[in-house]
């Protein structure tokens, strides 16, 4: 890119860190196959086991329980399509602010579905969670339940110590979406209730492309791909011991400062009410993390809105992009009873590793910018 640009996307991948770039670039600098004996294949079956050490000391998790993926969304698919053949599942319940993969992957298992729904503040509802896990045992269902922790959305922290305490005593399996959490939270995996958890590489600065699936040693029937016997046959395929490499620098490299990120938050929650007092902030009264924000400017279309700030170089997301680079309407917005109209305003700015309060500040100024705009009758763009 030519022009200054600020990027204010984290939550959809954190730029890649100079640790985790030299640790990929040493990784593919190495020849062979971690399987092989030879001390080619030590070589890069050592890349791997640091990198396993790494990505487990994040997750709170002992390294046997990491097992590498390509990605979250495959690593959730194995929670939920191989848990749910693992564990002889009679449905699947999940809460309506999960990441589109998790209701996929429920899908994909031809089992019923259970929505638990979200509050006002986007908290899932854990009088609707009770309720699904006693209706389980109504029926003699045995429930893949299937959570997050941290919403890539808003930002909304769920109360996972209350759902582990709910549904950790039961026969029911757990499965926490811990994507957006991974780095920003303690996830004590192995202390902890779930049975797996799903963690990614890009959103704490390693490449896309490597994911993982943390499992309880209950857990380890779980697969997906069989394949040659790779990750102690829970997920077949050689494994890319660079990108291993780079995910376990990247998870070396990580001290996210909870502090920091929310005084930019709030610096840009602040400013936006300043300069827009009709601002209203999705999941104000929850608990939130610090590195994102998630607004809406009544009557300022997020379409519209993400056009002009990208000309002006203000990388922001809407939150519920899909696939095809096209604005879409926000499932988490709309369980949490946000009307469409103003769903369609929505606006996401996260922070990361590289964030700097000047970036607060190149935001407001491109921001009021465009309501000027707004305000004179132009067009946004
Ligand atoms: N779950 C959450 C909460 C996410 O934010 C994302 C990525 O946006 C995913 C799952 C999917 O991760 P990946 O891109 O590694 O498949």
Redesign the pocket.
Known sequence: MTRETVYLDH???SPLRPEARAALLAGLELTGNPSSVHAHGRALRNLIETGRQQVARLAGAEPKQVVFTG??????TQAIVGGAKAFAAGAVAFSAG??A??GKAAEATGLPHWTIGLDADGRIDLDQLAAVLRRADDENVALLVAV?W???ETGVVQPIERINALVGPTRHTLFV?A??ALGKLPLEFAASAPDMM?V????IGAP?GI?ALLVKAHADVVRLIPGGGQEQGRRGGTESAALIAAFGAAADATHYDNATMSAMTAALEAGLKHLAPGTVVFGEHASRIGNVTNFAVPGLGNATAMMALDLMGLSVSSGSACSSGKVGASHVLAAMGVPRDLANCALRVSFGWNSTPTDVDAFLAGFETLLSRQKRGGKAA
């Not at 990605?71 to 959730?76: L, M, Q, R, V």
């Open positions: 939550n959809a991948a990605s979250a969304t495959e690593a959730i999960e990441h993969a998790v997050h941290v919403n890539n979406d994507v957006q799903a990614s590489g890009h959103k896309a994911g």
